[in-house]
């Protein structure tokens, strides 16, 4: 079983900054691609950014230049450097990891979510 433990939501007003982190843990071989989703009230969770093991990243469109994602392997830890913050940003950000057990199993897990409210 593998846990993500995520933190650093918040309040932040418009034109803030936000950095969150998701931690994995348990057993783990090692973790192919890790990214972020959002999901906003009566919306539906949507991709925010990827990033490979070797650190190939990716980003919705409406984030790009704003939101840098990054990641610390030897930590199995994932981060979301999110600038310039909008209110459309407001969400609640999910973590997700593809993972190798030590099986050479592979599963797919998500974090608990963290709300982002970014409002004046």
């Known amino acids: 079983q593998v846990q993500l433990v995520e933190s650093g939501g918040g309040l932040v007003q418009p034109g803030g900054s936000l950095r969150l982190s998701c931690a994995a843990s348990?057993?783990?071989?090692?973790?192919?691609?890790m990214g972020w989703y959002r999901q906003a009230p009566g919306q539906q969770r949507e991709w925010v950014a990827g990033i490979t093991s070797g650190g190939h990243t990716n980003y919705l469109d409406s984030v790009k230049g704003r939101f840098t994602i990054s990641r610390d392997n030897a930590k199995n830890t994932v981060y979301l450097q999110m600038n310039s913050l909008k209110p459309e940003d407001t969400a609640v950000y999910y973590c997700?990891?593809?993972?190798?057990?030590?099986?050479?199993?592979?599963?797919?897990?998500w974090g608990q979510g963290t709300q982002v409210t970014v409002s004046s």
């Open positions: 348990g057993n783990i071989f090692s973790i192919n691609d």
């Open positions: 997700n990891a593809d993972v190798i057990h030590i099986s050479r199993s592979r599963t797919s897990y």
